[in-house]
């Protein structure tokens, strides 16, 4: 068992768990967040995209040890008492999605595009989305969604950084590249 | 060389499959809030089917979308319904939700109509109110006729109805019959750019005009519109499933079974053509299974404007366009460049 320390949504969790579980297995099935779905189970869907530290991960692919030390969110983390996160706004407003399997992590995939760059062009939401199969939508409003959410969030102001000094996230990525202080 | 080209495709299709009886029912009550409770069989599966029903019902009782809360796809609460399959869910449970409300509003009129002092006939449902049809400052809000029908009248204000597509058999000696009770039509125009070197093809623009009779939700229709369009892409240019000789699947995961991305979709631009079928539920049709049928179409079409060859089998892979390309130019080496 691996003892590990987790931040999920903001709490922290301190728990033990076989080496092989996956970060995804370690959401659903020992924290009961179902946000994050199982999809191939092999990278290739994107439906269980979570953010760790920041950046988006497929948490089928990410062992739960990985993500020690390390901060995730969910989907089940982006709303607030006060009401949804923009992207869900807006996401909602312009029926961006059908049958919703993919929408936890496509919206979590665009909220690591937005936090890194708050005014995206169309092709680097594109880009974003890439990694996020929709068998319904054709992401067509999935695109418009992010542009309105973009928008909606630059207007908010305050809690947005202007554009450009988020452009290099010194974030760790999960594979350690630039591990520096949370390693 | 990336050669550029346009192709259009036409298409009709029917609504709802007659091989058998195709019934939906629904029943709607109108509660003493002026809410209504809708009972639907159908399965909402992301369409939004359950948001135009809601605003079938709502249209009969002439009161607004989120006053009436739908209760779907529980057989131990809810009327039988084929199923959503077929494009059937507008036009065939649309017209019976459309029917259970139009019963209950005829309720409704019986009840308001002596406190209003005037014939059934004469009243009309809108704003949240039952009134006089051309005095509309002659009204009763529509909870108050619905708890009048309630308690004043003893006859609760609620409507069951169900609706099967009128069909007429096929003359076996003639051919002639009427499978269908309604068809929508749509064309396609596909822009694209093939590499003549590679064969590969990129879809650059889709201009989908669709009539599905009066859209009850133009945004739904437009997203059945879109996510069609990509279905077609993926059928007109990657999605083929494999088998080995002794008939398994050799790609049965989405690492080798490739279907659309993002990046992938091209500007789709969708025209939802002005049309009404007066046998539809407020004119609406259906807009489902139609949306893939023209684009694999219109695609090989813009293929052979582009570069001149005939593809007939999908998908139309680079390997297979390339090979088009390359037998073309060996039947004609003079015009070879």
Same mark, same amino acid.
């Given at each position: 068992m691996s003892a590990l320390r987790i931040t999920v949504n903001g709490r922290e969790h301190v728990l033990s768990a076989p080496p092989e579980t996956t970060l995804l297995a370690l959401l659903r099935e020992h924290l009961g967040l179902t946000?994050?779905?199982? &999809? %191939?189970?092999?990278?290739? %869907?994107?439906?269980?995209?979570?953010?760790?530290?920041?950046?988006?991960?497929?948490?089928?692919?990410?062992? /739960?040890?990985?993500?020690?030390?390390?901060?995730?969110?969910? +989907?089940?983390?982006?709303?607030?008492?006060?009401?949804?996160?923009?992207?869900?706004?807006?996401?909602?407003?312009?029926? #961006?999605?059908?049958? &919703?399997?993919? &929408?936890?992590? /496509? +919206?979590?995939?665009?909220?690591?595009l937005l936090d890194a760059n708050p005014?995206?062009?169309?092709?680097? +939401?594109?880009?974003?989305?890439?990694?996020?199969?929709?068998?319904?939508?054709?992401?067509?409003?999935? +695109?418009?969604?992010?542009?309105?959410?973009?928008? #909606?969030l630059r207007g908010a102001g305050a809690e947005m950084p202007p554009l450009g000094l988020t452009a290099s996230p010194s974030i760790p990525l999960p594979g350690g590249e630039k591990g520096g202080g949370l390693s | 060389m990336r050669r550029r080209g346009r192709g259009i495709a036409?298409?009709?299709?029917?609504?709802?499959?007659? !091989?058998?009886?195709?019934?939906?029912?629904?029943? @709607?009550?109108?509660?003493?809030?002026? *809410?209504?409770?809708?009972? *639907?069989?159908?399965?909402?599966?992301?369409?939004?089917?359950?948001?135009?029903?809601?605003?079938?019902?709502?249209?009969?009782?002439?009161?607004?979308?989120?006053?009436?809360?739908?209760?779907?796809a529980d057989t131990d609460a809810t009327p039988m319904d084929t199923g959503a399959i077929a494009s059937r869910t507008t036009y065939v449970t649309g017209n019976a939700v459309?029917?259970?409300?139009?019963?209950?509003?005829?309720?409704?009129?019986?009840?308001?109509?002596?406190?209003?002092?005037?014939?059934?006939?004469?009243?009309e449902a809108r704003d949240r109110k039952i009134q006089v049809r051309g005095f509309p400052q002659r009204s009763v809000a529509i909870g108050e006729a619905a708890r009048h029908a309630l308690v004043g009248k003893g006859e609760p204000p609620i409507g069951t109805a169900s609706f099967n597509p009128p069909t007429v058999a096929m003359d076996p000696e003639t051919g002639q019959g009427k499978p269908f009770a309604t068809y929508v039509y749509a064309t396609q125009i596909a822009e694209v750019e093939v590499d003549?070197?590679?064969?590969? @093809?990129?879809?650059?623009?889709?201009?989908?005009?669709?009539?599905?009779? *009066?859209?009850?939700? $133009?945004?739904? !229709?437009?997203?059945?519109?879109?996510?069609?369009?990509?279905?077609?892409?993926?059928?007109?240019?990657?999605?083929?499933?494999?088998?080995?000789?002794?008939?398994?699947?050799?790609? $049965?995961?989405?690492?080798n079974y490739i279907m $659309?991305?993002?990046l992938d979709m091209p500007e789709i631009e969708v025209d939802i053509v002005p049309s009404h079928d007066p046998t539809g539920p407020f004119g609406a049709k259906g807009v489902g299974e139609p949306t893939s049928v023209p684009t694999a179409a219109a695609i090989a079409n813009a293929i052979y404007d582009a570069v001149g060859v005939r593809l007939t089998a999908l998908p139309m892979t680079a390997e297979r366009v390339l090979a088009a390309i390359k037998a073309k130019r060996a039947a004609q080496p003079q015009q070879l460049r």
């Open positions: 946000g994050a779905k199982l &999809g %191939c189970d092999v990278g290739d %869907c994107g439906a269980c995209t979570v953010l760790v530290d920041g950046q988006a991960v497929n948490a089928c692919l990410m062992l /739960a040890a990985q993500a020690d030390g390390r901060s995730v969110l969910t +989907i089940e983390g982006l709303a607030t008492p006060d009401g949804l996160h923009p992207l869900q706004e807006a996401f909602e407003r312009h029926a #961006a999605l059908q049958c &919703g399997f993919c &929408g936890p992590g /496509a +919206i979590l995939s665009a909220k690591a005014a995206p062009t169309g092709a680097e +939401i594109r880009d974003a989305l890439a990694g996020n199969l929709c068998r319904c939508t054709g992401y067509t409003k999935m +695109i418009t969604a992010v542009h309105a959410a973009a928008q #909606a | 036409c298409m009709w299709y029917p609504i709802g499959f007659t !091989v058998s009886a195709n019934p939906s029912a629904a029943t @709607v009550k109108v509660n003493e809030d002026g *809410t209504a409770t809708l009972l *639907t069989g159908t399965v909402e599966t992301g369409q939004g089917s359950l948001t135009v029903l809601g605003q079938i019902a709502a249209e009969a009782l002439g009161i607004a979308t989120e006053d009436v809360h739908v209760v779907s459309k029917l259970a409300g139009e019963r209950a509003r005829a309720i409704l009129f019986e009840a308001a109509a002596p406190m209003l002092g005037v014939k059934p006939e004469q009243l003549d070197e590679t064969g590969e @093809v990129e879809v650059l623009r889709i201009v989908a005009a669709h009539d599905c009779g *009066t859209p009850i939700n $133009p945004m739904l !229709v437009e997203g059945q519109v879109e996510g069609g369009i990509a279905m077609g892409i993926g059928f007109a240019l990657q999605e083929e499933i494999l088998f080995d000789d002794d008939g398994r699947q050799i790609n $049965p995961n989405l690492t $659309p991305t993002s």
